[in-house]
């Protein structure tokens, strides 16, 4: 069995708050980044990108999984979701869609730190965020 290095949750909200400066916000200006932990080790950020056709945009969550999966990876361990604004009034939480998507690849105990620019940070499971989930083992 392999080892790996321990990711701190610093370097993890680090990563992704660097992913929400390549977001591509142009019309709500509301950059969000993410950065998540697989099960080998590796970390796979991703940032939010809209689109002119609304709704036709993708979170930074997914943007992140999708890189996770690209890679090869297929559990995530932890997930920080960066964004909001520098004063800490704001902090976000992922989306309904993207606590599903992080739920097809995590267990309800799942760590999902959430941060801002300004080093505001609040931390939930992936239960507290989505109650009574519904994953893949509820399909076998």
Do not use: K, W
Not at 43 to 59: L, Q, S, W
Not at 76 to 97: F, K, M
Not at 126 to 138: K, M, Q, T, W, Y
Request: proline share 6%; glycine share 10%.
């Amino acid at each position: 069995m392999a080892t790996h290095t321990p990711i701190s949750d610093s370097t993890l909200i680090a990563a992704a708050i660097d992913a929400m400066t390549r977001a591509y916000a142009p019309y709500s200006d509301f950059a969000v980044g993410a950065a998540l932990l697989d099960e080998n080790g590796q970390i796979h950020c991703g940032a939010n990108v809209e689109n002119a056709a609304y709704p036709n945009g993708i979170c930074a969550e997914t943007s992140a999984i999708a890189m996770m999966v690209n890679a090869g990876g297929t559990h995530i361990e932890r997930i920080a979701v960066a964004g909001g604004s520098e004063d800490g009034e704001i902090l976000c939480t992922p989306c309904g869609g993207c606590r599903q998507r992080i739920r097809e690849f995590a267990a309800p105990d799942t760590i999902i730190i959430i941060a801002n620019p300004g080093g505001e940070q609040q931390r939930f499971t992936l239960a507290d965020l989505l109650p009574h989930s519904f994953g893949p083992e509820n399909l076998s």
